[in-house]
């Protein structure tokens, strides 16, 4: 009995700690962004997290399909260059607290698109939720203006919603995946897949630069190896422990933390609007991430 409540508690702090994780990519982001471009910032970011993560793919796992190679191939395309390349163009024009607020969104995009694509049913009032958390992210994206510090746009806003539009979607393909694989598995293979897509992109727009300070490449090896690496081992380890159900509620960590260090570390300013939003928006995420299914 005792071992089972230490392992659950250790099973509890993994997902905390992955969501803690989750929550400091936008604030090194916004220190990348000093010298690199957002271009630049992904695809080091992605391969410093493709480091780590490939030695996962070596262990002995039932290899992919042939049929499953262009869903695994479309779901890393979507999921790394699609998903991060919008999503830190909308960080490098709003605020960190502002961005990760928009991300709390996921949970209910998730529950939505499982209604249109995967015929699940959600009842009135889940919609009903659905449309709190809209009118939320609608909040934040109209609250621009802020009297003192860094300076949220309603373009980053809705640049960082697409982006989880996106993160949907890969979500979405990756459950096909999920359901013959381990999910780790899965998750390494479709960073790796969308990181050599994201290369590809990368030698097409520019040639990467490496003459960057210290503090620069701190940050993004941080976004890579905590934020990206660190964050999925860290969930899937405590995901494999705990139930799905109660799981989910750790995801809501990522953007408490953000936000949380977009106004004490970067002195960024919420306007009462955006809190509202926040809140609509993190309550929404609360209800569907504790609801079977999602």
């Known amino acids: 009995m005792r071992t089972r409540i230490r392992g659950s508690r250790l099973a509890a702090a993994s997902l905390a700690f992955a969501g803690c994780l989750w929550g400091t990519g936008f604030f090194f982001g ?101 449309l709190v958390s809209a009118i939320g992210a609608a909040l934040i994206a109209l609250s621009s203006y802020s009297p003192t510090g860094p300076q949220p746009t309603t373009r980053g806003d809705l640049l960082v919603l697409l982006s989880m539009v996106a993160a949907a979607a890969m979500i979405l393909l990756s459950k096909r995946l999920i359901d013959g694989h381990d999910p780790l598995q899965v998750t390494v293979a479709i960073i790796v897949t969308g990181t050599v897509m994201l290369l590809f992109w990368t ?61 004490s570390v970067l002195h960024e300013v919420l306007a009462i609007s955006a809190v509202i939003g926040g809140a609509m928006i993190v309550g929404s995420a609360i209800f569907f991430t504790r609801r079977p299914g999602v």
């Open 30 to 130: 916004k220190i990348a962004f000093e010298e690199m471009s957002v271009t630049e910032n992904v695809t080091f970011r992605f391969l410093f997290g493709s480091v780590v993560l490939f030695p996962f793919l070596l262990k002995r796992r039932r290899p992919f399909r042939l049929k499953e190679l262009s869903l695994l191939l479309l779901a890393g395309v979507i999921g790394v260059p699609v998903q991060f390349l919008v999503q830190f163009e909308g960080l490098r024009l709003t605020t960190v607290s502002h961005a990760s607020l928009v991300v709390a969104t996921l949970p209910m995009l998730l529950a939505a698109g499982s209604a249109v694509f995967l015929h699940e049913r959600l009842t009135v009032f889940e919609w009903g939720m659905l």
């Open 203 to 263: 030698a097409f727009r520019q040639p990467l630069r490496f003459r960057f300070s210290p503090e620069v490449w701190g940050a993004v090896a941080a976004q890579g190896v905590l934020a990206t690496a660190g964050a999925y081992l860290f969930w899937n380890w405590g995901l494999a422990r705990m139930a799905a159900a109660r799981s989910g509620a750790f995801l809501n960590l990522e953007p408490i933390v953000g936000t949380l260090l977009g106004l």
